[in-house]
Nanobody, 122 residues
Framework: QVQLVESGGGSAQAGDSLRLSCAFS????????IAWYRQAPGKEREFVGA????????WYSDSAKGRFSVSRDDAKKTAYLEMNSLTPEDTAVYYC???????????????WGQGTQVTVSS
């Protein structure tokens, strides 16, 4: 069974950077497309960014474009979300997710992590 464990969340100041990690187990990581989502208090979960298989296309939400970067290390079975120029509006629980389909990973991924909290203060 695929399992995903996020880490790297915490508190930050506006303008800071954070890098989230997502450790994958229970399958062949290179077969999966990866995605990051977030859910702010009182709001629905939203798509942040995604990456197809290694070396593949990346997609980003408008709010993430230019500030966030999705990457992966297939040898380490780990996905990353690099977040720069953080603002208080980025405060949310961040989730990684995987799916073998590059469309479905951006809409309704099959597997989800438990989430990691990111809090940005001004």
């Amino acid at each position: 069974q695929v399992q995903l464990v996020e880490s790297g969340g915490g508190s930050a100041q506006a303008g800071d950077s954070l890098r989230l990690s997502c450790a994958f187990s229970g399958g062949t990581f290179s077969n999966y497309c990866i995605a990051w989502y977030r859910q702010a208090p009182g709001k629905e979960r939203e798509f942040v960014g995604a990456m197809a298989w290694s070396g593949g296309t990346r997609w980003y939400s408008d709010s993430a474009k230019g500030r966030f970067s999705v990457s992966r290390d297939d040898a380490k079975k780990t996905a990353y979300l690099e977040m720069n120029s953080l603002t208080p509006e980025d405060t949310a629980v961040y989730y990684c997710a995987v799916d073998k389909n590059y469309v479905k990973v951006r809409q309704d991924p099959e597997y989800w992590g438990q989430g990691t909290q990111v809090t940005v203060s001004s």
